[in-house]
């Protein structure tokens, strides 16, 4: 069973830094690609970062500058580095990726439990 565990929520000062981490569990075979999806209340759940397994990344304009993504493969985890909060960074921050497991070997897409960022002005 892959699993995809974050951790490293909180809340923060407008200013302030967090760095959330997420990790890939299971029987896995291969993953492509890594991202933050964010949920604030009464809102669409939207991209936030995303990164292939070559390193490639994109983000969302609103962050563009401010969070930076990255990936270790060999421990199959991705990162969030988010400086310069805001408090409309706050909502929940879900880790997703596109795995391969060894056991099916057929790809889907993964998604963890979700972390609560907070940012007080």
């Known amino acids: 069973q892959v699993q995809l565990v974050e951790s490293g929520g909180g809340s923060m000062q407008a200013g302030g830094s967090l760095r959330l981490s997420c990790a890939a569990s299971g029987s896995i075979f291969s993953i492509n690609t890594m991202g933050w999806y964010r949920q604030a209340p009464g809102k669409q759940r939207e991209l936030v970062a995303g990164i292939t397994s070559g390193g490639s990344s994109n983000y969302a304009d609103s962050v563009k500058g401010r969070f930076t993504i990255s990936r270790d493969n060999a421990k199959k985890t991705v990162y969030l580095q988010m400086n310069s909060l805001k408090p409309e960074d706050t909502a929940v921050y879900y880790c997703?990726?596109?795995?391969?497991?060894?056991?099916?070997?057929?790809?889907?897409?993964?998604w963890g439990q979700g972390t609560q960022v907070t940012v007080s002005s």
């Open positions: 997703n990726a596109w795995v391969v497991p060894a056991t099916t070997f057929r790809g889907s897409n993964y």
